[in-house]
């Protein structure tokens, strides 16, 4: 195989490696940051699927960072050894990011399932102050009321004079010196938010999982860079010049 091309495959590699430790950095914050969020919405769900995908791509995250280093250290080196191990990696890696998106859309059901379940039972024991607060900062966060909408809260005995009312979480911020979280007229109602949270807090958890998605597609397409020109330089052969001797009486002559 040419010099040239050799030498080539050798800067790319090299580029790639770079890029390897870039993306292991990316990776590793959109997998801290889905722990992150479960963290804080953990009070209202069990299900811990989403949280799958988040340690598979902090795994490969750390894969990546090893095998950018592999790649530019045998780049370098031309070393066989360390370009098998190189294009090994990159495969394992791939394989962990298929593995990934195949469980977020296997468990995307049971995600979607476990928050809503899990709003349900922390608005129906609001009175608890671990659901409270959770609930509260999601109502705010989220400019939103209830589990579907506000009518959830009908029924729901959270405090002293809390029929026909609404916590004050679901008072809109521009006019919360008016709200006194009813919403048994139409007019009370003008102060708080209607809509529910379920739709905004699930479109929390599954963002992430575009992220990963996104993340992946251009990840992907990298490595498969990485492994064309692994194997370029594992296949390259530097041709060793020789010269055939022809034997005349007790020497040898070119």
Known sequence: MGEGCSRTAKCV?????????AAAAGLMFIGVRIFQTYDDFGDITDSPYQLIPAAI???????MFITGLIGCCGACKEHKCLLSTFFTLILLILLLQITAAIL???????????IETGLETAVHNYTDVKY????????EEFKCCGVHNYTDWEGV???????????????????KANCTGSYVTEKDREYIYEKGCIDAVEDLFSSNLKYIAVFGAVLAIIML?????????ICSRKEVPYMNLERSGDTYRA
């Not at 590699?13 to 430790?21: A, S």
């Not at 791509?57 to 894969?63: E, M, N, P």
């Not at 860079?225 to 330089?233: E, K, R, S």
């Open 132 to 139: 409270q607060d959770t609930v509260d900062e999601i109502q």
């Open 225 to 233: 860079m990485g492994m064309v020109f692994a194997c370029v330089l």
């Open 57 to 63: 791509v902090i795994g490969a995250a750390i894969f």
């Open 104 to 114: 977020g859309v296997v468990y995307k059901d049971e995600i979607k399932g476990g």
């Open 157 to 175: 005995h959270w405090g002293a004079n809390s029929t026909g009312k609404v916590p004050l979480s679901c008072c809109k911020k521009a006019t």
């Open 13 to 21: 590699m090299i580029i790639l490696g770079i890029l390897f430790w």
